[in-house]
C-alpha cells in the first residue's frame, strides 16, 4: 500500500522553511542533491531542464549540475530573464548548454524537467514561460515536475490548461494540497515527497503517495 501522509497548504509550508532558511541550513542544496537522484534513477541520456526565476529554478539548476557530473547532456531552457545566479554558475560549471526556445527539439531529450514556477505563484503561466510550455506540450515529452507541475494551483490544484503534464513530481518538504485535488492527481504523476525535516502546522488532510524519502 502506498503510504498515507499529511498534506499542507503552500503558506504552511512557506512557515514552516522561515526558520530553517534563517538558521542557514541549505535546503535548496539538500532538495537538488534528492531531485539529482530521482533525475539519475531514470538514466536519461540528455535532459532538458525549464528553469525559471524562482526557488524551484535554483532547486532545477543544482541538481542538473550534479546530474551533469555524470554521463548526461544536460540543457537549460531559462523561462525567465533572471534565474538563480549561484546555482546557473553552478550548473555552467559541469558543462550545462544553455539554449533557447528556437533551437529546441522536444523529441531530441529523454527528459525534461520542469523548474518553472513554486508555490509562491499564482493564476498560472505567463509570457516567455507560457509559450515555452505550449510550445513543448504537442511533443508530450517525460517530465519531472519540481515540487509541483508548473501552473498548477499549489493549494487548489487548479490550472488553466497550459501544464506539462509530470511522470514524477518530486515535492519536498510536504505534500501540498493542490497535488491531491481537481486536476492535481492527473498533471502530477507518480508522487515522491522528500522530507526536509520541516515541523509543520495542522494538516489540512492526508493522502497516498508513491513514495517517500529522507533529504
Known amino acids: 500500500m502506498p503510504p498515507?501522509?499529511?498534506?499542507?497548504?503552500?503558506?504552511?509550508?512557506?512557515?514552516?522553511?522561515?526558520?530553517?532558511?534563517?538558521?542557514?541550513?541549505?535546503?535548496?542544496?539538500?532538495a537538488a542533491h534528492a531531485l539529482a537522484g530521482?533525475?539519475?534513477?531514470?538514466?536519461?541520456?540528455?535532459?532538458?531542464?525549464?528553469?525559471?526565476?524562482?526557488?524551484?529554478?535554483?532547486?532545477?539548476?543544482f541538481a542538473a549540475a550534479e546530474v551533469a557530473a555524470g554521463r548526461t547532456t544536460v540543457d537549460v531552457l531559462r523561462t525567465a530573464d533572471r534565474?538563480?545566479?549561484?546555482?546557473?554558475?553552478?550548473?555552467?560549471?559541469a558543462g550545462v548548454r544553455l539554449v533557447e526556445l528556437e533551437g529546441v527539439?522536444?523529441?531530441?531529450?529523454d527528459l525534461v524537467v520542469d523548474g518553472i514556477l513554486g508555490i509562491g505563484a499564482r493564476g498560472g503561466l505567463r509570457g516567455r514561460a507560457r509559450e515555452i510550455v505550449g510550445a513543448l506540450l504537442s511533443a508530450r515529452p517525460r517530465v519531472i515536475a519540481v515540487d509541483l507541475?508548473?501552473?498548477?494551483?499549489?493549494?487548489?490544484?487548479?490550472?488553466?490548461?497550459?501544464?506539462?503534464?509530470?511522470?514524477?513530481?518530486?515535492?519536498?518538504g510536504a505534500v501540498k494540497?493542490?497535488?491531491?485535488?481537481?486536476?492535481?492527481?492527473?498533471l502530477s504523476g507518480r508522487v515522491v515527497l522528500v522530507r526536509l525535516g520541516l515541523e509543520l502546522a495542522d494538516a489540512v488532510g492526508t493522502?497516498?503517495?508513491d513514495e517517500v524519502r529522507d533529504g
Open 149 to 172: 507541475p508548473s501552473g498548477l494551483d499549489p493549494d487548489s490544484g487548479e490550472a488553466d490548461g497550459v501544464v506539462l503534464p509530470a511522470a514524477i513530481t518530486v515535492t519536498f
Open 105 to 109: 527539439d522536444a523529441a531530441a531529450y
Open 207 to 209: 493522502a497516498s503517495v
Open 38 to 61: 530521482v533525475i539519475a534513477e531514470q538514466r536519461p541520456g540528455r535532459m532538458l531542464v525549464l528553469a525559471g526565476a524562482g526557488d524551484n529554478g535554483g532547486d532545477a539548476l
Open 4 to 30: 498515507a501522509v499529511p498534506i499542507h497548504t503552500s503558506t504552511q509550508v512557506r512557515a514552516a522553511e522561515a526558520p530553517l532558511l534563517e538558521a542557514g541550513v541549505p535546503l535548496m542544496r539538500r
Open 83 to 93: 534565474v538563480h545566479e549561484e546555482a546557473l554558475a553552478a550548473a555552467t560549471a
Open 177 to 186: 494540497a493542490g497535488l491531491t485535488r481537481s486536476g492535481g492527481p492527473a
